[in-house]
């Protein structure tokens, strides 16, 4: 018996150390010196067999007591591009390049309040990949879930210390379908009684989801924004409907009249506009100093349209992949299954989320109003819906939320009070001045909205002064 308890911690210790040595991450190339927390990267096999390999980035939280701090994994991207890559270096992860190749610190990394695991899902973008080739051709949401719960179960085997951390799902865009998913999958996991240490999710956040197919329609926010004439919109209803013009795109093969419209609309709207940010422009290299470029982890310093180009430049250099452990030949790898793409796109998200908060899984829903992909105005009716359906009376009525002493944007949460099925609640929230991408437009109100969630409560309805402001005069 000693001999065998000795054994396993020997063997215990061994995986420990050759994790630490084969996994952490000494230095990212530009680096910032004062690094105070732990960083990971690699891959974890999901399908040994048809050599399948999920790349993953792993920011410790910034707390001299990390165990006391959730665990949130992000989803976010989707099929044509890195959720890792978007997530750590573009949105909410402790970093962000610049235009020469250093890193800044991100003041509003979404690590100060959780420790976050990034990864690249599903296989075939960036650097997560197969070595079977059909694999490129058959893949659905379906097997990008069940593949991300391998992931996951076996990351936890390797990092067995946050095993028991409560845990978040968390994502943007195409993560509007990834991480409903892979939640269902995690509580029917968690059914099973041979699986006696269950995952502990306490809760999902959706930026800017894409939840059904019709949030692919944006026309009704172009007109109502002026970027499109009055003459244009009501040519697209008479002509190629928003139901049609989904469809199409859906199927893969559009129309002579859809096509016209779709040109009509791409003139008007123009080339320097960045359809996930209504107020950028197009990256423009010269458009800001470089002392600027060091402040653009700042709430105060307008987010930068070149950020993505920095990113993209930052991780096709060796040394970086080399740093983060990545196979370099997967960088440019592209999804072949675009058939498989267009119909994992309409696939209507709205029944799994009802039946996670069924299940007692608080949903945050939150919007950027400046995005010209999904707009606010379709998520909102969709969180509407989501109450509607499950009989949802308002906890909170809509009204302001503050990110400090300032606005941040607008919100309303739904419950119910007792009495009947006890369903989760459901918190809808605005982003002023939002993105597409929020962490990246937003950082600060990002972060306050991502705190509030983490604590199960509403965004704060008050400024910090609230109290001390005087009472008018009578």
């Not at 307008?302 to 060796?318: E, F, G, H, I, N």
């Not at 972060?447 to 704060?460: E, I, N």
């Amino acid at each position: 018996m000693v001999f065998l308890l000795w054994f396993l911690l020997v063997n215990t210790l061994y995986s420990i150390s050759i994790r630490i040595n084969g996994e952490i991450i000494d230095s990212l190339p530009g680096q910032p010196s004062d690094v105070d927390f732990n960083q990971y990267s690699g891959y974890i096999v999901t399908h040994k067999f048809r050599g399948r390999a999920l790349f993953y980035y792993f920011a410790e939280a910034q707390s001299e007591d990390k165990f006391s701090m959730p665990l949130t994994l992000w989803l976010g991207g989707g099929h044509d591009c890195s959720s890792a890559a978007i997530g750590m270096f573009y949105e909410n992860g402790p970093f962000r390049p610049t235009e020469d190749g250093e890193l800044v610190k991100n003041q509003f990394s979404w690590n100060l309040a959780s420790n976050m695991l990034y990864v690249d899902t599903p296989i075939g973008v960036a650097f997560s990949y197969s070595n079977t080739s059909s694999d490129y051709k058959i893949w659905s949401d379906t097997m990008t879930a069940r593949e991300n719960l391998k992931f996951l179960r076996k990351w936890f085997i390797e990092f067995s210390e946050y095993r028991d951390l409560d845990f978040y799902i968390a994502g943007d865009s195409y993560g509007g379908h990834l991480a409903p998913q892979l939640a269902e999958l995690i509580l029917e996991y968690n059914r099973k009684p041979v699986h006696v240490r269950p995952i502990k999710l306490k809760g999902i956040a959706l930026g800017n989801p894409l939840l059904e197919k019709m949030g692919l329609s944006n026309v009704e926010h172009l007109w109502h924004y002026g970027i499109i004439s009055t003459e244009l919109y009501h040519l697209q209803k008479r002509q190629c409907d928003s139901t049609r013009m989904v469809q199409e795109i859906l199927s893969g093969e559009m129309s002579e009249d859809c096509s016209d419209i779709n040109v009509m609309i791409s003139e008007e709207i123009g080339d320097d506009m960045h359809k996930d940010n209504l107020l950028f422009q197009s990256c423009q290299t010269d458009q800001y100093s470089s002392s600027q470029r060091h402040c653009l982890g700042t709430e105060t310093a307008k987010a930068d349209p070149c950020l993505l180009t920095w990113v993209d430049d930052y991780l096709s250099r060796p040394e970086v992949q080399e740093a983060l452990h990545a196979n370099a030949s997967t960088w440019d790898s592209i999804f072949h299954g675009r058939n498989m793409i267009l119909n994992n796109l309409a696939i209507d998200i709205l029944p799994t989320l009802s039946a996670l908060l069924k299940r007692g899984i608080p949903l945050l829903i939150y919007s950027g109003d400046e995005d010209l992909r999904i707009p606010v105005s379709h998520t909102r009716e969709l969180a509407n819906v989501l109450a509607t359906r499950l009989n949802l009376t308002t906890m909170e009525m809509n009204e302001p939320w503050y990110d400090g002493k300032q606005i941040g944007g607008w919100s309303q949460t739904f419950g119910n009070s007792g009495g009947g099925e006890k369903v989760a609640n459901l918190t809808f929230a605005t982003v002023r001045g939002g993105s597409h991408f929020v962490p990246n437009s937003s950082p600060s109100k990002a972060l306050t909205l991502f705190k509030a969630f983490l604590k199960g409560s509403p965004p704060p309805n008050t400024h910090p002064d609230h109290y001390l402001v005087a009472l008018p005069k009578y």
